[in-house]
Nanobody, 118 residues
């Protein structure tokens, strides 16, 4: 059974920082591209950041320079470090796994809430 379990979400003020973690099981983690997507109320689910099995990263324009995706293959975990958070970053964040970073992921986590508000 494939499981992607997010943690680290919560409430933060504008300008604050947060780090999301996603622990994966049931897949050969090291050969999978991993990603983070987000979905705000009334909006579609959009890619935030991806990282290939080789470590190549890709970011949505709206988060470039503020978010950093990384992975630790020894821990089967992918991270999203978020700084300078804005209210527009408020969304449910989903961890993903797939064979190709630029394709629709094969697996999804349950999602975790990130709320940026004063």
């Amino acid at each position: 059974q494939v499981q992607l379990v997010e943690s680290g979400g919560g409430f933060v003020q504008p300008g604050g920082s947060l780090r999301l973690s996603c622990a994966a099981s049931g897949i050969n983690f090291s050969i999978y591209a991993m990603g983070w997507y987000r979905q705000a109320p009334g909006k579609q689910r959009d890619m935030v950041a991806t990282i290939s099995s080789g470590g190549t990263t890709n970011y949505a324009e709206s988060v470039k320079g503020r978010f950093t995706i990384s992975r630790d293959n020894a821990k089967n975990t992918v991270y999203l470090q978020m700084i300078s958070l804005k209210p527009e970053d408020t969304a449910i964040y989903y961890c993903s796994a797939g064979r190709w970073a630029r394709r629709t992921p094969d697996y999804w986590g349950q999602g975790i809430q990130v709320t940026v508000s004063s």
